[in-house]
């Protein structure tokens, strides 16, 4: 075998793994949050941290760090469950220690899904919207 057929078939092994991990991650990620959701009742909170979301990730062989692009994660997510008009389901994961979403949630619920209002009401009603999906 060729440097080069070898280098080619190296890079797609390592990009086929990336996508493998990454479709993994979403597929545990959905599944987490569904989780959560239908724990609501029993759970005041009833959300994740970034933090906790990272770590459950980790558990499965999965190196996601919290910060940077964490959001990424929950976004993708919520674009795949929202395809048949549900609530947002990355609204269920908040910052550690005030409770609520990053910034970059509400901004994303506004550009992408055409979201309106105050912050907390957008939150709280997308919170709402999926909790009763699951229970």
Known sequence: MSGLALFVMVGTITALRSRCGVLFGLRATLALLQ????????DPSGT??????????ATLGLNVPYHGLM???PDDV???ENADGRGLISALVVQQGIGYPSARFYKFARSEFERTGDNIPLWLNECRLVRSEYQ
């Open 35 to 42: 989780d959560v959701a239908r724990r609501a009742e029993s």
């Open 48 to 57: 994740i941290t970034y933090k906790q979301l990272s770590e459950h990730l």
């Open 71 to 73: 959001p990424d994660i």
């Open 78 to 80: 919520s674009r795949e």
